[in-house]
T-cell receptor
């Protein structure tokens, strides 16, 4: 069974540029999460989807970050415009439902210059 | 709110040494507890979990017991290998609070020398 797929794996951009990350969850998983992992720290939740509905986006900086999960499967996380402090690893995870174990993708490492 | 505290690393051991990585938590409800491992250049992988008090999670020679009285979930392995070198994250999931996300500790880097 394929795991959570993320792309790109690495992205380098200049500040003020837009950037987008893509996530394909494990087939059949209804719950999808985006986490932010700063260097030397544990991941922190940005947003959680139940199917296509964003049910917890309280930690998402909505002035520059946006996310969508069309048709309740793939998801895209966007930053516009990017700032230097956005340099981090963006992790996508999925689970069968909100009570089930979360499985993580390899992450996208973003560097903002 | 919920929080997880892990011992700071790096932890450096020789091959075949005994490993303990301490983890304590604070939660308002009755959380499930997890250990995730992150190998260099890879995403987080679930190592083991425990969903209620006194449960023992185990996998690949690693063990951790859910201790409600001490709010702890320490990770142990009797004989580490070089291939165990990675960053280990303790995490909790507290479904009673309404937030379904994992709360992670800051991670402990393990370096095993041959």
């Amino acid at each position: 069974e394929a795991g959570v797929v993320q792309s790109p794996r690495y992205k380098i951009i200049e500040k003020k540029q837009p950037v987008a990350f893509w996530c394909n969850p494990i087939s059949g998983h209804n719950t999808l999460y985006w986490y932010l992992q700063n260097l030397g720290q544990g991941p922190e939740l940005l947003i959680r989807y139940e199917n296509e509905e964003a049910v917890d986006d309280s930690q998402l900086p909505k002035d520059r970050f946006s996310a969508e999960r069309l048709k309740g499967v793939d998801s895209t996380l966007k930053i516009q415009p990017a700032e230097l402090g956005d340099s981090a690893v963006y992790l996508c995870a999925s689970s069968l439902n909100q009570r089930d174990t979360q499985y993580f993708g390899p992450g996208t490492r973003l560097t903002v210059l | 709110g919920n929080s997880v505290t892990q011992m700071e690393g790096p932890v450096t051991l020789s091959e075949e040494a005994f490993l303990t990585i301490n983890c304590t938590y604070t939660a308002t409800g009755y959380p499930s507890l997890f250990w995730y491992v992150q190998y260099p250049g890879e995403g987080l992988q679930l190592l083991l979990k425990a969903t209620k008090a006194d449960d023992k999670g185990s996998n690949k020679g690693f063990e951790a017991t859910y201790r409600k009285e001490t709010t702890s979930f320490h990770l142990e392995k009797g004989s580490v290998q070089v291939s165990d070198s990675a960053v280990y994250f303790c995490a909790l999931s507290d479904l009673d609070t309404g937030r379904r996300a994992l709360t992670f500790g800051s991670g402990t880097r393990l370096q095993v020398q041959p």
